[in-house]
């Protein structure tokens, strides 16, 4: 695949790519920094480009020496949310942060959007530069949690203070009104009223895996929503390793500590301290906490070794990686994936730093990922928390297949404005992540492909496209249940070409 090449326009908005050798491209434009309200979108789009967006437009094709001046793209101008956050009484209260979760198709977590916005004097906010859709609106009253080192000891009282609130009033997200955002459009007289409970005290004592204390280290307290976080609150311990925090809301966090070591070596422009010992640990707040024992640790070492299928290939890829990604998204908040392992000539590598379940995943060059192992279980596409020296074998095959076809809707005409969702018959397969999922969008003609197949039972769809508007960490198994009795299912043999044509799925 080509590089991606970019212009910029001038003070008309005219923009030119010069040179193109004869193909099929795509152009996509995007606002710059300082237009924030202004919306992504594609040529020939009918949707704006978004995190999980996937209408890519129209392709343009050129021939050799052709020339296409009717590229012409209109920014849409992004929804906002407006209104104003009250205390019970009505009043107006000042410096509240407000911010926006939606709910994806194939999630029933939230998943935060757009920037947020501060409550002004007049407890009046405004959110501008969202995608289109239905939005949960929040409000967190950020309460002083910090208590210094060494401070005079908490006086035992209870305290009361604002909950995060979800429009129109309720301390549950469950039961919040969902608000319509539209493309261009404001909706305004959004009202929060803020609700009160009681506020707790934490307390608790942070020491390495060696038992010793951590001193003057800082930490976060980190609340889960939906499933992404905020509320990130600090905190310090002494000179015992001790920490507090006071006026905490009630609700579900993540502790996360992270000792940085001192860097030693060459110094240069891309080196980096290395990560020290680190904890991330759940935590439930209810009831006031104390002696709460947080432990950091190295994290797991594992080794392994990479195994060619059809045997060594000549000649051997010029580089080898092994990566690992978090397994959830949410039990990993806080915590960065371990540095690539570079796989040695001998075909090894050693991956060290491993905090939490992972997926692992390999890349070279024409070689595709067949099976992991983990002393000898199969882990391609299951979350695994790896223990010290556990020993792991990556397989990889130059055998993979390729599924196309064409699709078309109920009239029998090109389906232009669709996904293609590809997923594993195999149960365990089913997530976002899986080397066995896949989507596509089709091109002009209705054409959809998947390359680089391993060979397997398949289901392949094709949706309107704001079906596919997925967060591909966070799809549930409910997803892929329905998808399954609707889709079609392909057998795929070994190097092997396929064409399956497909009718659009629940279209409306």
Not at 209 to 234: D, H, K
Request: aromatic letters at 8%; hydrophobic letters at 35%.
């Amino acid at each position: 695949m080509a590089r991606p090449r970019q212009a910029t326009t001038d003070t008309q908005g005219v923009f030119e790519f010069t040179a193109l050798p004869a193909g099929s491209y795509r152009l996509v434009a995007q606002a710059s920094q300082s237009s924030p309200q202004y919306l992504g979108i594609a040529y020939g789009a009918k949707a704006p480009l978004g995190p999980y967006q996937s209408d890519t437009g129209q392709p343009i094709q050129l021939s050799d020496g052709q020339t296409f001046g009717k590229a012409i793209i209109s920014l849409p101008r992004g929804a906002v949310i407006a209104g104003r956050v009250t205390d019970e009484n009505g009043d107006p209260l000042a410096r509240v942060q407000v911010y926006t979760l939606m709910y994806l198709p194939g999630s029933s977590r939230g998943q935060r959007f757009g920037s947020g916005a501060q409550t002004d004097d007049l407890g009046q906010y405004r959110i501008f530069g969202l995608q289109p859709g239905e939005y949960v609106v929040a409000a967190e009253a950020r309460n002083d949690t910090y208590v210094q080192p060494n401070a005079v000891p908490l006086r035992e009282e209870d305290a009361i203070g604002y909950m995060t609130t979800y429009y129109p009033g309720t301390a549950d997200e469950g039961a919040a009104v969902r608000v319509r955002a539209r493309a261009s459009t404001e909706s305004s007289g959004i009202e929060i009223r803020l609700v009160e409970g009681r506020l707790f005290r934490l307390s608790g004592f942070v020491t390495d895996s060696q038992g010793r204390p951590l001193v003057r280290t800082s930490g976060q307290l980190m609340r889960t929503v939906g499933a992404g976080s905020t509320f990130g609150a600090g905190f310090s311990t002494d000179e015992q390793g001790q920490f507090r925090m006071k006026n905490v809301p009630p609700g579900n966090y993540r502790i996360v500590v992270r000792q940085m070591r001192p860097f030693v070596g060459p110094v240069g422009p891309n080196m980096q301290p290395e990560m020290g010992e680190m904890a991330n640990m759940p935590l439930v707040v209810s009831a006031d906490l104390d002696n709460l024992a947080i432990v950091t640790s190295p994290g797991v070492t594992i080794t392994g070794n990479v195994v060619f299928e059809q045997g060594t290939p000549s000649p051997m890829p010029r580089e080898i990686r092994v990566m690992a990604t978090v397994g959830s998204q949410e039990d990993m908040m806080g915590v960065p994936s371990p540095q690539p392992a570079v796989v040695t000539p001998d075909l090894t590598f050693t991956m060290k730093g491993l905090m939490g379940s992972y997926l692992l995943r390999a890349s070279a060059a024409n070689q595709y990922v067949k099976s992991i192992t983990a002393n000898g279980e199969d882990v391609t596409d299951t979350p695994h928390e790896f223990k010290t020296n556990e020993r792991v074998t990556v397989t990889l095959t130059s055998r993979v297949s390729m599924l196309e076809g064409t699709v078309t809707d109920a009239g029998g005409e090109p389906a232009a404005n669709t996904g293609i969702i590809l997923f594993s018959e195999d149960k365990a397969s089913w997530r976002g992540n899986s080397t066995r999922m896949r989507r596509t969008t089709v091109d002009a003609t209705g054409h959809y492909r998947f390359p680089g197949l391993i060979a397997g039972r398949y289901y392949v769809a094709a949706v309107p496209r704001d079906r596919l508007n997925i967060s591909m960490m966070n799809i549930e198994t409910a997803y892929f249940e329905q998808l399954a009795k609707e889709a079609t299912l392909v057998v795929v043999g070994e190097d092997e070409q396929r064409r399956v044509d497909l009718k659009v799925i629940g279209e409306e």
